[in-house]
């Protein structure tokens, strides 16, 4: 593992915005270093999974993640763009202005490689819709943390249906009250309360 | 015998001090469904406190009543400015929500980094004294007219509830540092504040606690009553490792809840999200003196091994269970909490945090009615 991807892992600030500042300096391929930041991720992620991190952690590495592709993404060159694992739309149910989970959620996307189009909070189903349809996303997140939200998680996924995109969306619905229960009163495909094993499931939902 | 001020109080003190009543008792968390359930818009609530209170009387005769009232009404008790809480906006219902739509709370950052100085160098209250005029734009004077008017709107409604014969706890709210500075610069904010200046953090905290500590006990001599509703939520083991638990969370929490013991008061430690990790800890808290108050995401067996014959627990139904759930579903979770967790007393039922507005009232009238019917030995029906 390289020096930067451990200093990511280790939540070493200073030292991530150096080496990250050296290596271009040196000359050294951006999309060789986005590689890098995305296995220091990677390293986070396990860490969480095996309870040595919290969501504090995530948090770290996610603000530390984002100021070193401050400097990395402008030298990224047009022709040559990061290939996104999958386009995804993710915001909170109408009712609900909780924003925590899918924020940490969303950042911990866009490190794993996802282009993630981030609808807000409070967003009505036709808004979801259209948000799918514009950005041609293959996933929806629909976050809450309100029971009154369930019922427009519900309506989300029937105006997909009427839109006719529920057969190439895959719908996930997170929040810390959202179970089992949630997600077949709403009729999505996956549910968690836990934004790292989000993150999984997203990724199991990439063909191939 | 029928239940009356007395019976309940005891049934309620019994269990707080470890001991088995005649039966559990229930203290739900139900404004907001109350008013939900009456047809009267949330927003009416929050308008007229006396529409709440008649929504919650109505309720709980349709409900068959329950044992104590966290609160008397959607009103936070404190006795003047000095709040002993995060002064974090809210999306009111009528005004920023909808009629219908529950409060909620804003996460945004209303303390800068800068305040933290100020906090540091004149402690809580006198931070508040210069932060409160500027984020409000109204005089000290107003704020506190504020205060006390609501206060004596909560101590009549108070006066309501004993008349009918149920206790009123909440005499006063706070929180620890880590929740008021979190809510107040956000999540994100207040972490990074932690993680990259640890030393400054605790100095902020430390010029604060004697202030919180000092206005609960203005709070509850004002209002005469002695539970303090001291919600916990930022610092849980969902949050942060144990050694910031250890550093930034469990010595507030402790030297707090030890400050309000010593004055005759009890802790209602309302801990919303997974505490699981830190519940060990709580057996530093004083024994018989506290209420663990959990909202299902808390293992609350696992809280029963541990505190058993140290501190009350109180919970934890879940929300998605009383909205979605089917009464049977309720009443077999309600008859393992009463087992489990009931098991030789020091247990109080209530719904996981608050009940929410959208729950089936069936669900609502059958997790109440477990309570009603499980006596323990010596006392059956």
Known sequence: MS?????????????????????????????????????????????????????????????????????????????????????????????DIHNIGKDIAAMLLRAAGFEVFDAGIDVPPEVFVQKVRETGSTILGISGLLTTSFESMKQTVQALETAGLRGTVKVIVGGGIVNQMVQKYVGADACTDDAPEGIEICKRFVPG | MEDNLETRINRLETVISLGTPDRVPSVPLIAQFALRYRGVPQS???????????????????????????????????????????????????????????????????????????????????????????????????????????????MDDVKTWHEKGVPVLSGATTCDPTMILSLSRTLSQFTLDLYRQPDMMQAVMDAMVDDLIQNVLDDTAATGLKYVFFPLERGSGFFYPLRIFERFGFPYIKKMADAFAGAGLISILHFDTDWTLNLPYLKDLPRGKCICELDSRTDIFKAKEILKGHMCIMGDVPATLLSLGTEEEVVNYCNKLHEVVGKDGGFILSTGCECPIDAKFENVKAMLATARSHTYPGHDK
């Open chain 2, 44 to 154: 009416d609530g929050y308008r007229n406190p006396q529409t709440t209170n008649n929504a919650l009387v109505e309720t709980f005769d349709a409900l068959g009543g329950w044992d104590g009232q966290l609160a008397a009404n959607l009103i936070w008790v404190n006795s003047s400015w000095r709040i002993s809480a995060a002064p974090m906006p809210m999306r009111v219902p009528g005004k920023q929500a909808g009629d219908h739509e529950p409060l909620q709370a804003v996460e945004m950052e209303i303390f800068s980094k800068e305040d933290y100085e100020t906090i540091i160098n004149r402690g809580w209250n006198g931070f508040l004294a210069e932060f409160l005029p500027r984020a409000t734009g109204r005089p000290l004077e107003k704020i506190d007219a504020t205060q006390k008017k609501l206060l004596k709107i909560y």
């Open chain 1, 3 to 95: 020096e930067l991807a451990v200093a990511i892992a280790e939540l070493r600030e200073d030292e991530v915005n150096r080496i990250v500042r050296q290596r271009i300096e040196a000359g050294v391929d951006p999309l060789a270093l986005v590689e890098e930041c995305r296995e220091g991720m990677r390293l986070v992620g396990e860490r969480h999974r095996t309870g040595d991190y919290f969501l504090g952690e995530l948090i770290m590495s996610g603000e530390i993640f984002k100021n070193a592709m401050g400097f990395i993404e402008p030298l990224l060159k047009a022709d040559r763009p990061v290939r996104p694992l999958a386009r995804m739309v993710l915001g909170t149910a109408k009712g």
